[in-house]
């Protein structure tokens, strides 16, 4: 079995939380890329994961796929991305935020669904949720695609 490590970072926590359910049922290691002293070589396997806001990956996870571009392109890869608007279109996302050879090289890239943490947002976040719900009444609410977490769940640590 290969050795995993699920890299995320998270704002409200649902990227957190399902990096988490990955490692539960994978068997995984987790961290924050936020955390000091990361190291990647131990590793044979790594999924990147974080979320969609206004069409850009969350900040600290494209600083740090920049910054480690050639160490992950050595390795096993796996990309989730989350968010509140399932008609993300997760490839355009990850094609413009990772370096080609990062997006190339990823076996999976999957979108897990999302859900608003209202209670944790900042407040222009609440602000611009509330005006964009007002225009999209009729669209689907944001919810975490549990097949969709518990079939790349499946994947990770095989060889």
Known sequence: MMKTLILYASKT??????AKRLAEKSGADTKDVRDAGI???????????????ATRLIGPLRRFV?????????????IFVCGADMETDLHAVVKKDFPNPIYK???????VG??????????FSRLII???????????????????????????GKT
């Open 66 to 78: 920049k910054k480690h571009a050639e160490e992950l392109s050595q390795k096993k890869l796996h």
């Open 105 to 111: 090289q990823a076996e999976n890239i999957v979108f």
């Open 13 to 18: 926590g649902v990227s957190a939380d399902i």
């Open 114 to 123: 999302g859900e608003l943490r209202i209670e944790k947002m900042g407040f």
């Open 130 to 156: 509330k005006m964009v719900s007002k225009s999209q009444e009729d669209k689907e609410s944001p919810r975490i695609l549990d097949d969709v977490v518990e079939a790349l769940a499946v994947k990770l």
């Open 39 to 53: 190291t990647l070589e131990p590793y044979e396997e790594v999924v990147l994961g974080g979320a969609v806001y």
